[in-house]
């Protein structure tokens, strides 16, 4: 006589993500809530507030979510009225997420300013050393993109004919980058061409798929072990 088990197989872990951003405005139709946040000010200062008053980082926290509807996402606000913030603010975020275990670190953001990646690399060391994975845009409009480009990041290049909820691996001369569409989800009756679009939503939409991936193999706690698995995939 055998006995069947009548339980659910276990659901895969939830992969903690930190969208490095504007904030996040909540609830929103895209975007159903996230499990907190921070604000991040030029001066050194760390609150409460992550409320989006741009959009960009709604818009990109959605297309993760799009991806990634089980992830747990962390609305980390370094962007308060304009895309602009500093190195120093960038590398408290990314601190900020190394020192609460999160999983990914989403920055749909960079500086093609060569001379400011010194700055980036000792975070970016510590995020490897704690096993927490950054995905950031490799290049743009020709030029590198920092911390995109550094080693030990994820980086992403957008390309329009990828499909949305594919990726694909390119070599470049700075190592292995990831293509992914530069479209978040459509809006119903507007044209994809009046849709936002970018290298902001590239990224956020490889940090949703690789986010799926994680939650299957939880070991991947590293770019270079998150590029060789996909290599196995693509």
């Known amino acids: 006589m055998t006995f069947e088990s009548t339980d659910s197989p276990p659901e895969p872990p939830r992969v903690s993500i930190a969208v490095v951003d504007s904030g996040v405005h909540v609830p929103h139709p895209h975007l159903p809530g996230v499990a907190g946040g921070v604000r991040l000010d030029l001066e050194g200062g760390i609150f409460d507030d992550f409320v989006d008053r741009i ?29 602009s913030t500093s ?6 975020a990314i601190d900020w997420a190394v020192d609460r275990g999160i999983r990914l670190v989403n920055m749909s953001l960079g500086t093609p300013n060569r ?63 990831v293509v992914a569409s530069p479209y978040p989800r459509p809006i119903p009756g507007v044209p994809v ?3 936002l679009y970018g290298i902001s939503f590239a990224v956020a939409n490889a940090t949703g798929l690789i986010a799926r991936l994680m939650a299957d193999v939880p070991e991947l706690r590293s770019a270079d072990a998150v590029i060789e698995m996909l290599r196995t995939h693509i």
């Open 55 to 83: 959009g960009h980082g709604t818009a990109a926290a959605a297309a993760i979510h799009e991806k990634a509807p089980r992830a747990e996402l962390w609305a980390v606000k370094v962007f308060e009225r304009e895309l």
């Open 87 to 92: 190195v120093e603010v960038l590398v408290r």
């Open 115 to 177: 001379l400011r990646a010194p700055e980036l690399g000792p975070a970016i060391e510590r995020s490897f050393e704690a096993g927490t994975v950054i995905v950031s845009a490799h290049q743009h409009n020709g030029a590198l993109w920092y911390p995109g480009a550094l080693p030990g990041v994820v980086g992403v290049v957008a390309d329009p004919e990828q499909p949305r909820d594919e990726l694909a691996l390119i070599e470049l001369p700075r190592g292995t980058a």
């Open 193 to 195: 061409e009046q849709n």
